[in-house]
């Protein structure tokens, strides 16, 4: 089965300061995605970044990019120039390449930024 | 584009009655809808897959007589929690699946009384 870990439970960053944060995965498959999810205290799910596991490119979207180490089975998020907005709890997630398959969430990491 | 809404957004009822949650698409058809649970500060658990026109699926340990979906049109999907008691207190989510991964709804607090 896969499974998805987040190490950090909680982070700090400075405003206008960079953060990575950790995800590692495991699976047997070859054919799969891979999410960032941010959830702020409204609690809405928001879509960070996306990666197809089949594209060496890492995805990046405006301050936020991954970097995806397929080998290693890593799949980290750096945000840059952190904005308040920023401050959320972000979820690394996994999704077989089958059409409709469910995703695999993991822990978690609390973000919060400090002005 | 691909906004998914729930409905409502908030409920408190009392125990032993029943609460039925709405999932909708509002600009797109969604074969396949997902409802998750979700505890303070924790991950979201996955409670079922909803499928248009079937039967749901649902995880390992989910009662799926106490849970009850319906998928009957391609934008609205229903979760009823039956027999609501206190430790259904929870935060369910729905999402839907769409090509660039799910988009989901803002959430259904349940508080049971």
């Known amino acids: 089965a896969q499974t998805v870990t987040q190490s950090q439970p909680e982070m700090s960053v400075q405003e206008a300061e960079t953060v990575t944060l950790s995800c590692t995965y495991d699976?047997?498959?070859?054919?799969?995605?891979l999410f960032w999810y941010k959830q702020p205290p409204s609690r809405q799910m928001i879509l960070v970044i996306r990666?197809?596991?089949?594209?060496?490119q890492n995805a990046t979207e405006n301050r936020f990019s991954v970097n995806f180490q397929k080998a290693a089975k890593s799949f980290s998020l750096k945000i840059s120039d952190s904005q308040l907005g920023d401050a959320a709890m972000y979820f690394c997630?996994?999704?077989?390449?089958?059409?409709?398959?469910?995703?695999?969430f993991g822990t978690g990491t609390l973000l919060a930024v400090q002005p | 584009g691909a906004v998914v809404s729930q409905h409502p957004s908030w409920v408190i009822c009392k125990s032993g009655t029943s609460v039925k949650i709405e999932c909708r698409s509002l600009?797109?058809?969604?074969?396949?809808m997902f409802w998750y649970r979700q505890f303070p500060k924790q991950s979201l658990m996955l409670m079922a897959t909803?499928?248009?026109?079937?039967?749901?699926?649902?995880e390992q340990g989910v009662e799926k007589d106490k849970f009850l979906i319906n998928h009957a049109s391609l934008t609205l999907s229903t979760l009823t929690v039956t027999s609501a008691h206190p430790e259904d207190s929870s935060f369910y989510i729905c999402?839907?699946?769409?090509?660039?991964?799910?988009?989901f709804g803002p959430g259904t607090r349940l508080t049971v009384l």
């Open positions: 909803s499928n248009e026109g079937s039967k749901a699926t649902y």
């Open positions: 990666q197809e596991a089949y594209k060496q």
């Open positions: 699976t047997s498959e070859s054919d799969y995605y």
């Open positions: 999402s839907a699946y769409i090509l660039s991964g799910e988009k």
């Open positions: 997630a996994y999704r077989s390449g089958g059409a409709t398959n469910k995703l695999i």
């Open positions: 600009d797109f058809q969604a074969t396949t």
